[in-house]
C-alpha cells in the first residue's frame, strides 16, 4: 500500500528497533515491541478517520518495558483486555492493555488474576513500571530542570 505517515518510535525511554506489531480488531491501537524488549501502545483512531488533517496524530499513550531481551510477538486479547507478549528468550507474558500492568507468565503455578491491578509487581528481568503519556506531557517540550546547590561546609 501506500505509506500514509511515517512513525519513527521516539519516547523519553530508549525503545529500540521495532520487531513486532498488531492492532485492535478495529485498527484503533496499534501495539509495537521493540528489539530492547519495550511495549509501545499508540492511539491512531483519529489519524484514519482523516489522515489529511495535520490536526489528526498518531498518539502514543503506554510505554512499558515486558521483556530483558527482543519481543518477537504480540498480540491483543480484546475481550478479557490484555495483551500477550513473547520474547526471543522463550518467554510469554500477559499485561493489562490500558495500564501494562504485569499479570504473570504462561506456565506460573498461580492463576492469573486479570480483575486485580491495585498490587503492582514485575518480572524479575524487568525494572523499569510502565509509563503512561499524558497529552500535556509532550517530548519535543524544553524541560525546565532545577538543581538547588547546596555549601557543604564541613568540606
Not at 29 to 48: C, P, Q
Not at 84 to 107: E, K, P, Q
Request: include cysteine.
Amino acid at each position: 500500500g501506500n505509506l500514509m505517515k511515517e512513525l519513527l518510535p521516539f519516547s523519553e525511554h530508549p525503545s529500540g528497533p521495532l520487531t513486532a506489531l498488531c492492532t485492535d480488531i478495529f485498527t484503533k491501537i496499534l501495539l509495537a515491541g521493540s528489539k530492547n524488549g519495550y511495549i509501545i501502545r499508540w492511539n491512531m483512531a483519529s489519524f484514519l478517520e482523516d489522515p489529511q488533517n495535520e490536526k489528526n496524530e498518531i498518539k502514543e499513550e503506554l510505554f512499558w518495558r515486558a521483556h530483558a531481551t527482543e519481543v518477537v510477538e504480540l498480540f491483543i486479547e480484546e475481550e478479557k483486555n490484555v495483551v500477550v507478549t513473547a520474547s526471543i528468550d522463550g518467554s510469554v507474558r500477559l499485561w493489562d492493555a490500558m495500564t501494562g500492568y504485569y499479570f504473570g507468565y504462561f506456565g506460573q503455578a498461580r492463576k492469573f488474576e486479570l480483575s486485580d491491578t491495585s498490587r503492582l509487581f514485575l518480572p524479575s528481568d524487568v525494572t523499569d513500571f510502565p509509563s503512561i503519556i499524558k497529552e500535556e506531557s509532550k517530548h519535543m517540550e524544553k524541560k525546565k530542570v532545577k538543581y538547588p546547590l547546596m555549601l557543604d561546609k564541613d568540606k
